[in-house]
């Protein structure tokens, strides 16, 4: 039996308060980190490594060479390897970053980034010490003219600070860059997962190559371009945004009048915005910023709220992908049928500006049964866990897909492919592993507008190819009993049955190709009764001479028997040309540059 | 146009690179706290504050008394009171409590509590000074010998240090206790939420009594059982879920040899298992732990996974409601047709010991339409947002509750609730305002069994329900036709048509009571058909005198022209009794003691 419990006392309960060490903190609720299991634990590592990569060649202008190994060390230990060509760490700053949670340069600025936070690459230099009980080993170097630093570094998780293990100059074939090796418990169980993430972060970084071996195979994601992308700029804050707790420490480091605090304070503050804050306010423009009383910042920040300010100017601080760009990378993989992409306009959630970009994929190489496939993205990183949790998921199923001639249940179902990536200069995670975006009314309705106006261009295409492929079954139909009224007719007229390859073609909107040997001459012609120009190649293999026809071949090539001549025609829409030659007419013909089911070929020779 | 952004060097990045305090880290992210709207934040608040005073008044052994107000302030601020009778905090400490992120009692506790980390009151208190600006008041006083003392707080976010803004003795009413005051921009439309929030925890923690002052309105949610909690004790760590970096740490504390080591640092392991750990793990038992070298270290951490060692005791460090008490609050609330209960064995996720509860109730006050109600519990904390994240609704949705003669769209629906809670020294929360459990296998299994069960008693009554309800209508069907087949066989046998009434009793498995005067005899009869004995009260209203009866009433009361008497009768099931007295036999006759549906009362003379 349990010993009975003695009631605490205050001064009991005391002795057990203490501080607890972000470290400490995320060491027990590493899932909260995306670290809930060493399957995982592998997309993590990856992901966060590969994060700051990017982010690092972006900041420094550089076109990202990125590098990454996964090897399969004793038991289930793996190690991973990720090597960037960015502007490198200085020395003295290594530690921190790879050695302590919340350090880092991106979270005190207002513009897109991978990383936010500074958590991600130290939380897994973490859960590397916790399941291999191993350090993590740094190398960079910050150009030609400085030496490259190797490090080896833990993290004392009783105090969140780094512990460094080994630091010493080295030598290094990277000019600039950074390399990190880290080795944990895992397992490849997630290898498909893994490649799926590396596959969506190339598509939304066209400029990037990743050359990847994983645990012996080579895979290369190339750059598919060759423009570096312009980084994000930093802004101030927007004063629709700011809560009175932070209004207060801006002004507390003021040494401004208040006019000039919230021109130079604030994004989108002009003297005329200015001043009709201050007179919203009630206060004078002169004051110093620094003086105001906790009542008059109150009323200050009431004001804020109240007068109208252009909302931040997306276009600065943030960098969507772009509708050409999205299209491309998606058509390259999945060669739609259908494919329509949308930026919509910057907007603003609680002042942070925010970008939709949506885009919708149809047919092709997707399934044609089962749920949609979803690609989530957040300012440019592939989201690969938690779908179920994340409003985006939430949006696509309250969207009435039906009315788009889409099945549905709960999401859309059927060979239908959507991708949404949310831009913005902080992206509301559901938790600090960054799987799902939180729900938020602004964004949701953003995403719902993007979805809506993708299944309407769906909508069309879709009803446009039935249209057409009725229009198609109706002349089917028709060139099925021509054959008959046309044998009917000459019965009745006593005449032999016409060529009706002609008509057929005209319904149709086909172009025929006729081959008739008449006298010993052989004449082949081309009808293009398509709505389209087309560029003809005619092939022709016969026993006859080729030498003589006319017009002339482009190219005559001599085999024993059979000759093959080639020609090339164009063709626009409802022009003719023919050829002729002496002869047997035997031998064969083919047409290439129109579409099999474009092309109707009558060689009325062997009919 | 934007201006042309300069690449940065390694140089100019470091100058941005530095640390972020966790408060400033939580500011930002409010919405990870569940202070994502001011709606919210309200109930967050709430619950905090809520929280800390059950965890308090347990660990003091005291029966929770909680007094909760909340009060519209000026504008959009709103003032959110809590006062408890726990222990109190001793004055040095309050600063740290409320004004610093990451400061508790409990995180490095092995035993279940509703706080864990030390966030959710100073979340609250960093909330209220972005939002209104206003620093958080408490009042603490630790015993009748120890003055009070009351604090003005707020936290510098920068360094995540407290700040005292006012701090000074005090007189106060309460020998024991905290009072905390904050105030924050919010908005009563959660309301509903709020009360529902009380209700919940009042349902699992029948022992707290907490009364409510919500903005002018008075609510009790008083105490349903007056035995306080035995708070649940802490336990070591587990070795099966001791990771590598954990062993050394705990290893480089120690000053034992091996053996004493391993028994004396960790859970369920006895002299017998840490010879088996050391045997596998080829160590000698009198090696010092704090001298392992990481190799011996990490085979140390393997032999602990692959020994055999029981399971943690979850009796110790859990604190699960019971089955009793889950009923009792269920039952009183919602008056179930039918409603079963189920605590689950203690099981173990990474080594941490957890329960399953679970509750499932049919009927009575739910709508009969529309999907289940579902509660969500964490260690007695209700879970009010984030349904759809919590692995606890993938558990529901996955069960196939068809099985069960329950109709199903997802979720089940009809007039169904269920009740899951969670108990674990380290409930596995999506995110830091702990409303959702993450999706653990092993909890997921828990969860997924509670529920079979529960299906299982479901389909049982359902069974019955339905097997009764029919053998009902049979008999009713049998009863319909009697009177006629009685009338056809006193036809042909020429005698008065009996009185059906007893084999209708019979039948139909009820109490009948007839009355039949005859020669100024009146005579009330009673025949108990049911299977079970019945305590009646019969009562006559009559003109007849009753004084006379036999036998004789209880009761009698004279009015005029009318008498009243009543007999009190205990009749076993087959039982008869008849009470006779001289007189008309008008009036009429009424007895309490049984269902309507369960008797028939047959007036002769009226007939």
Redesign the interface.
């Known amino acids: 039996m349990?010993p009975p419990?003695k009631?605490?006392?205050?001064?009991e309960?005391?002795k057990?308060?203490?501080?607890?060490?972000?470290a400490?903190?995320f060491?027990?609720?590493k899932?909260?980190l995306g670290f809930?299991s060493p399957t995982r634990g592998i997309v993590t590592t990856v992901k966060e490594a590969i994060d700051n990569a990017l982010d690092?060649c972006e900041?420094?202008?550089?076109l990202p060479d990125i590098y990454l190994g996964i090897f399969r060390m004793e038991g289930d230990i793996f190690k991973v390897v990720v090597e960037d060509n960015g502007?490198?760490?200085?020395p003295?700053?290594i530690p921190?970053?790879f050695g302590?949670l919340?350090?880092?340069?991106?979270?005190?600025?207002i513009r897109q980034s991978r990383g936010q936070?500074?958590i991600g690459i130290s939380a897994a230099v973490l859960y590397a010490?916790?399941?291999?009980?191993r350090p993590t080993l740094v190398i960079s170097r910050?150009?030609s003219d400085r030496p490259a630093y190797r490090f080896r570094i833990q993290i004392k998780?009783e105090t969140n600070e780094p512990e460094i293990l080994e630091k010493e100059e080295t030598t290094w074939d990277r000019i600039?860059g950074t390399r990190i090796e880290i080795e944990f418990k895992s397992s490849l169980t997630a290898r498909k997962r893994l490649v799926e993430y590396l596959r969506y972060t190339s598509v939304v970084n066209p400029h990037a190559r990743i050359r990847v071996e994983l645990d012996g195979e080579a895979i290369l994601f190339d750059r598919a371009s060759d423009e570096p992308i312009?980084?994000p700029?930093a802004i101030l804050p927007h004063p629709h945004g700011v809560?009175?707790?932070?209004l207060?420490?801006i002004a507390a480091g003021s040494t401004e009048p208040l006019e000039l605090f919230l021109v130079n304070s604030f994004s989108r503050v002009g003297q005329k915005t200015a001043t009709e804050i201050l007179g919203l306010a009630g206060l004078k423009p002169n004051k110093k910023a620094s003086t105001l009383s906790?009542d008059d910042?109150?009323k200050l920040q009431v004001a804020m709220q109240q007068a109208k300010v252009p909302p931040p100017l997306g276009?600065?601080c943030l960098s969507p992908i772009g509708e050409v760009l999205i299209r491309q990378g998606l058509e390259k993989e999945y060669e739609f049928d259908f494919c329509s992409a949308r930026t919509r306009p910057a907007s603003v959630y609680h002042g942070h500006p925010f970008i939709v970009e949506a885009a919708i994929g149809y047919g092709g190489k997707l399934e044609s049964e089962g749920t949609a496939r979803i690609m989530r993205f957040a300012n440019r990183v592939p989201l690969m866990y938690?779908q179920?949790?994340c409003a985006i998921t939430?949006c696509i199923s309250s969207v009435n897909w039906k009315t788009y001639s889409i099945s549905q249940s709960?999401l859309p179902t059927g060979p239908v492919l959507l991708l949404i990536h949310v831009a913005s200069t902080?992206v509301?995670?559901?938790?600090?592993s960054k799987d799902?975006i939180?729900s938020?009314p602004d964004i949701e309705r953003e995403v719902t507008l993007a979805l809506q106006e993708l299944g309407r261009d769906l909508k069309t295409f879709l009803s446009r190819r039935d249209k057409s492929r009725q229009t198609e079954e109706r002349a089917r139909a028709i060139c099925a009993i021509i054959p008959e009224i046309a044998e009917k007719i000459s019965e009745t007229i006593e005449k032999p049955v016409p060529d009706i390859s002609p008509i057929e073609g005209q319904i149709m909107k086909r172009l025929v190709a006729k081959k008739k040997t008449e006298n010993g001459t052989v004449t082949i012609s081309l009808q293009n009764y398509t709505a389209h120009a087309l560029d003809l190649t005619l092939y022709i293999i016969t026993s006859d001479d080729l030498k003589k026809a006319e017009p002339e071949a482009v190219f005559i090539e001599e085999m024993d028997p059979d000759h093959s001549g080639v020609w090339q025609i164009r063709l626009a829409a409802g022009e003719n040309w023919r050829v002729t030659y002496q002869g047997t007419g035997n031998g064969m013909i083919d047409i290439r540059g129109v579409d099999e089911k474009k092309k109707v070929v009558v060689d009325l020779d062997r009919s």
Chains 1, 2 share one sequence.
Do not use: M, W
């Open positions: 349990a419990v009631p605490a006392s205050a001064d309960l005391a057990q308060q203490r501080s607890i060490s972000v400490e903190f060491e027990k609720n899932h909260l809930d690092a900041e420094a202008g550089v502007p490198g760490i200085v003295d700053n921190y970053v302590k919340l350090y880092g340069s991106r979270f005190h600025q936070q500074g010490q916790l399941t291999s009980g910050c150009g998780t600039h312009i980084p700029q809560e009175l707790g932070e207060k420490r906790p910042l109150a276009g600065q938690q179920g949790a939430g709960g902080n509301p995670f559901t938790s600090e799902a939180a938020i």
